[in-house]
């Protein structure tokens, strides 16, 4: 009787022992607010579910998220830019692993009654040439730019890359911003202001999202590349961080028939269902480049 009860108390030892040590393992992640809302919230939530690792996340910016993922301090790191000659010192042990396809789009507060803008008068907004509503089409108001800090910002970055061709040009904003959470929330409360983000994360906002070109930035001209000003997102990872195991199972995770079925419902592309776009927004920032040059 003696010996079964140090059996029955062993095996409940390993069994709490078991169920400990799979709740145990915590991953950190840090980085931008829109790759945050893009997908990583909800891909957290179903990745805890069914391993029981819990994903921390932590916004402040790709540029935040990047350098914090250099020096082991966060497990990832979410970033809607690619890696910049400011990273070098993680050049061979970070890597940028695309998982999805995101878009830049131009937001306005809600009661602003312009509907569209150009590539060109996007570019003479935040060169300082247009500087009132009423040379869009709307109101006799002054314009009021709202931008990211910093030029490697994941925003600030690909708009100089893509609309410009000049990482280095300077912007004509009204008010610069930490990171999109409190530049989002600024457009919402300002009647006046105009300012570019993610439209993963705009589409959870209380403004207006304006057509480029005569596009809107919806889900299938994103994926067909109709709509111009896509890119990637990324999750940022280092091979010598000591999780690193667990962080490939959940980039697995990610590109799974249900990690991509959770980016769909958040009205994202998922990364290798469109990778022929890497292709075109090659050719669009060599593009870019020569219209810088001139």
Not at 115 to 141: A, M
């Amino acid at each position: 009787m003696e010996k079964i009860k140090i059996i029955r108390y062993f095996l409940l030892f390993i069994l709490l022992f078991h169920s400990i040590t799979c709740y145990s393992l915590m991953l950190n992640w840090a980085g931008c607010g829109i790759t945050k809302k893009a997908f990583m919230a909800e891909l957290a939530a179903a990745y805890e579910k069914k391993t029981n690792v819990k994903i921390n996340l932590e916004g402040g910016g790709a540029t935040k998220g990047i350098r914090k993922v250099i020096d082991r301090d966060v497990d990832m790191g979410g970033s809607c830019r690619f890696r910049i000659p400011e990273d070098n010192a993680s050049h061979g042990v970070i890597h940028f692993n695309p998982v999805a396809w995101d878009a830049l789009t131009v937001v306005a507060h809600k009661s602003n009654p312009v509907k569209s803008v150009t590539l060109d008068q996007l570019r003479d907004i935040y060169t300082g040439k247009i500087t009132n509503w009423s040379q869009l089409g709307g109101q006799n108001q002054p314009m009021e730019l709202l931008i990211r800090d910093g030029r490697i910002s994941g925003v600030g970055h690909t708009i100089r890359q893509v609309l410009f061709g000049d990482v280095n040009i300077e912007f004509k904003g009204s008010k610069s911003y930490k990171s999109s959470t409190p530049l989002e929330e600024a457009v919402e409360n300002n009647a006046n202001a105009i300012a570019m983000t993610g439209i993963s994360s705009a589409r959870k906002r209380d403004f207006n999202i304006l057509q480029l070109e005569g596009k809107v930035p919806s889900y299938e001209n994103i994926k067909r590349g109709k709509y111009l000003l896509y890119r990637p997102l990324y999750i940022v990872t280092n091979s010598k961080n000591e999780n690193y195991k667990e962080v490939k199972k959940f980039l697995k995770f990610a590109h799974s028939i249900e990690g991509k079925e959770i980016m769909r419902k958040n009205g994202v592309v998922p990364y290798l269902e469109a990778v022929w776009l890497a292709n075109k927004l090659r050719k669009q920032w060599e593009s870019s480049r020569k219209l810088g040059a001139r």
